[in-house]
């Protein structure tokens, strides 16, 4: 029995390694679709010139314009939407805590504590953690509710 726990702690992988794998696997996605993306953006420039030279260099022309009106406009938005954001979520929060009446961050955070429900460790039965999808599917299909 010990013997074969020794062998499955010698054959997981470690976390430095998972890290490593999940990066490598990271990196290998955004490059496929990174040139995929590429490639089609340019197959349909290519396709837009043959059918109809002029009818491009026109488009091309007026698109100039047109996204440099659109650029003005969406850093506008961006601008008046986090200035809104920024401001509405800080009025909240400062809101929050002139009600509560604390006078620094540790009152604070008792008050909180006591106004809002406590969470038990106790409370979780079962696994909460999966090494993929494949794991989690299987928990589910296997796993019984208690009754």
């Keep these: 029995m010990e013997a074969v726990r020794e062998i499955e702690t010698k054959t997981r992988p470690s976390d430095e390694e998972k890290r490593k794998y999940r990066m490598r696997a990271a990196a290998f996605l955004a490059t496929v679709s990174g040139m995929a993306a590429f490639a089609?953006?340019?197959?349909?420039?290519?396709?837009?010139?043959?059918?109809?030279?002029?009818?491009?260099?026109?488009?091309?022309?007026?698109?100039?314009?047109?996204?440099?009106?659109?650029?003005?406009?969406?850093?506008?938005?961006?601008?008046?939407?986090t200035f809104y954001a920024v401001l509405g979520t800080g009025t909240f929060f400062y809101g929050v805590w002139k009600l509560s009446g604390a006078k620094n961050m540790d009152e604070f955070r008792h008050k909180m504590g006591g106004i809002l429900p406590k969470i038990s460790k106790d409370s979780q039965s079962g696994r909460t953690e999966f090494d993929g999808l494949n794991d989690l599917m299987e928990y589910v299909s296997s796993h019984k509710k208690p009754e």
């Design 40 to 81: 089609g953006f340019g197959r349909t420039l290519t396709n837009a010139r043959k059918q109809d030279q002029k009818l491009y260099e026109q488009a091309t022309v007026e698109t100039v314009n047109l996204i440099e009106a659109g650029t003005k406009l969406a850093t506008k938005a961006l601008a008046w939407g």
